[in-house]
């Protein structure tokens, strides 16, 4: 293994917090809410991508649609049930902040409930091979992973550039009474941003459920705190940013594990995040925010 | 202004009173045995608990900070505490209050050295880089020789047994009341003072000439001191620390206690640390149930409620008594002139 090779390991695992930091980081944007259920959301993916694969027996072009619409009906009934009223009635932020923490203790335990709170296998999901490219060994999944957050962070700059929902979104989170004043439904815009950042962590489940072929009740909080760290390493409601992140702290992940110490990384993670924090709180690619007295 | 400090003197006799009843039928009936163990046990949780969401409100209530990494101040003094006590030849029953001292001492050195750089952040960003440290703590201490890694530490010994099951909960509940007593003097006084307006008002605190940097790493540390402490009692009540006891996790749940009580409330934090300290023990027979009540309770609560269940007041006994006392005195008004 050389260095080439855990650039690209670690691309491939970044890939996956990628895609979950841009839910966090879309959704911090528009209702600056450190929405702490959304590394269930993944759980809730991995688990529908079980039942339909593992216990229908069904072929995986089923089950991913399943997981993406199960995965975006969540997030938009959390968004509508625990999180609305509190932003209609612009209660504090730590109040939202305990919200997400209870709903996120809230789905763990529910899934314990009905599954227990052992690991569960998944099925491969994609035959998976080693590909030889010149000296280079890489898992076909490391491949998949990062072709798909590509696609995808394209996909979503189109939405967010190109169409109207899109723009809206970049209005509410610039100022969220100024768009309500140009006749802007701020509130189905949030419902929708929630509904594209659970989709986008759908797929990161299916990805991740490729990649390490189990699920467990509580596989969101240490997946959910590493796309967090990234989100806001790339600077949290920077798109792009949420990307760079991923890809950054996946691949010092994977550095840190071939050079360093495996039982170090997530030190190293969450060290470099204290860095980045002290030098350029923004994150890399944030926009620097002046204090109005 | 004689009257208001005899007013101020009569109210700490009453509480003090009271707060010296319950101590004492507490104490007389764990050595009867008509609290179990097992209970009283759960008492001494209770009042770790208290200490713990007492020393966050602190931060959060008081200076208005949203702290993550409470747990990795309680980590810290949990296993400054217990490598004390097991490598001193003294004693437990003298090492364990140095220990506990020397708990608060290295948590308050670790909340400095944290401190300095993170309180120069605000808002969701100091939320971040305190979770971060916090986490930190823990991998770091999964990974120390001294730490014994994932293994933790244990056989610290205790100073309760079957004959005598109560110096544990004595200790528990003695430094629960002092450190309640400290927060309340603290919030009045001019530091205190000083401590509130930040929490109000960064920008024009600082322009009335206040030293937040100086505030802000005094209520900082002096809440990893008595963190620190709590995990000092908390290692020495459960015998046996490992680093994951001191996750993410518990830094959420000592938050949970303070906002749902109601953040800058100190009766709120102890209300509510007693009650969800208690409550899922008690609720054992239905363990698979408990948590998902819990963090139900936990949202309708926020959602109907979003200032936690005491807001900013107190609860407190004397004006409860005066209160009554005014609804007597009015009964009486209306009948007097009836006879006449």
């Keep these: 293994m050389d260095f080439t090779t855990h650039v690209i390991n670690g691309l491939g695992l970044g890939s996956i917090y990628a895609l ?38 069904l072929p995986v072009w089923i089950a991913a649609p399943v997981a993406i619409i199960v995965c975006t009906l969540t997030g938009v009934i959390i968004e509508r049930v625990a999180y609305h009223r509190l932003l209609v009635h612009n209660a504090a932020r730590i109040s939202l902040l305990i919200t997400a923490m209870g709903v996120s203790i809230f789905l763990q335990n529910v899934f314990m409930l009905f599954f227990g ?69 701020t509130n189905s815009v949030i419902a929708i941003t929630f509904a594209v950042g659970s989709a986008l962590a759908a797929v990161g489940a299916l990805l991740y459920s490729n990649t390490y072929p189990q699920v467990r009740p509580d596989m969101g909080n240490l997946l959910g705190l590493k796309a967090f760290v990234a989100a806001v390493f790339g600077g949290i409601g920077s798109i792009p940013g949420a990307m760079l992140g991923g890809y950054a702290l996946g691949v010092a992940e994977s550095l840190t594990k071939a050079y360093i110490s495996t039982k170090l990384t997530d030190a190293v993670v969450f060290g470099i995040l204290i860095i980045m924090l002290l030098v350029k709180p923004s994150g890399l690619m944030g926009k620097n925010k002046k204090e109005k007295v | 202004m004689t009257a208001f400090r005899k007013k101020i003197a009569t109210n700490y006799i009453i509480n003090a009173i009271l707060v010296a009843i319950l101590f004492v039928v507490l104490v007389i009936l764990i050595n009867t045995g008509v609290i179990s163990r097992y209970n009283t046990g759960i008492l001494t949780l209770v009042c770790i608990n208290v200490i713990l969401a007492v020393s966050l409100n602190l931060v959060t209530g008081i200076l208005g900070q949203l702290v993550l990494g409470h747990a990795g101040f309680m980590l810290v003094g949990a296993y400054a505490s217990s490598l004390f006590t097991l490598n001193s030849n003294l004693p437990l029953e003298i090492s364990f209050p140095i220990s506990l001292i020397l708990a608060g001492m290295v948590s308050a050195v670790f909340g400095f050295v944290i401190g300095i750089p993170a309180l120069r952040l605000r808002g969701d960003y100091l939320a971040i880089i305190t979770l971060g440290f916090g986490e930190i703590i823990r991998v770091v201490s999964y990974n120390l020789k001294i730490t014994n890694g994932s293994m933790g530490l244990s056989g610290m010994g205790t100073l309760s047994n079957r004959e005598n099951p109560s110096p544990m909960f004595i200790y528990a509940f003695l430094i629960a009341v002092v450190v309640i007593v400290i927060m309340f003097t603290f919030g009045r006084s001019r530091h205190g003072r000083a401590v509130i307006s930040i929490r109000e008002d960064e920008i024009a605190a600082e322009s009335m000439g206040i030293n937040t940097v100086y505030y802000k790493l005094f209520a900082f540390v002096l809440a990893a001191f008595i963190a620190g402490v709590a995990g000092g009692i908390y290692a020495h009540h459960i015998q046996m620390i490992d680093p994951a006891k001191f996750d993410f996790n518990r830094s959420v749940e000592i938050l949970i206690m303070v906002v749902l009580g109601g953040m800058g409330s100190i009766t709120g934090s102890v209300i509510s640390a007693s009650v969800l300290t208690a409550l899922p023990e008690w609720l054992r027979e239905f363990s698979q149930y408990r948590m998902v009540l819990y963090s139900a309770i936990l949202i309708i609560v926020m959602l109907f409620r979003p200032s936690g269940l005491l807001g900013r007041n107190e609860i407190s006994v004397p004006k409860i008594l005066a209160n009554i006392k005014k609804r007597i005195a009015n009964k009486k008004v209306p009948s007097d002139a009836k006879e006449e």
């Design chain 1, 20 to 57: 979950v930091a841009l839910g966090y980081s879309m959704v911090y944007g528009i209702v600056q809410l450190i929405n702490f259920s959304h590394g269930d959301i993944i759980m809730v993916g991995g688990y529908s991508v079980y039942l339909v694969m593992s216990i229908l027996g």
């Design chain 1, 117 to 185: 709170s052992d690991p569960k296998a998944m099925p491969p999901l994609f035959t998976s091979t080693i590909l030889k490219i010149g000296s280079l060994e890489l898992a076909s999944s490391t491949i998949l992973n990062i072709i798909t957050s590509v696609i995808m962070m394209s996909g979503l700059q189109l939405l967010v550039n190109k169409t109207k929902i899109g723009k809206a979104m970049q209005a509410a989170s610039e100022d969220t009474e100024a768009a309500k004043l140009m006749g802007i439904n």
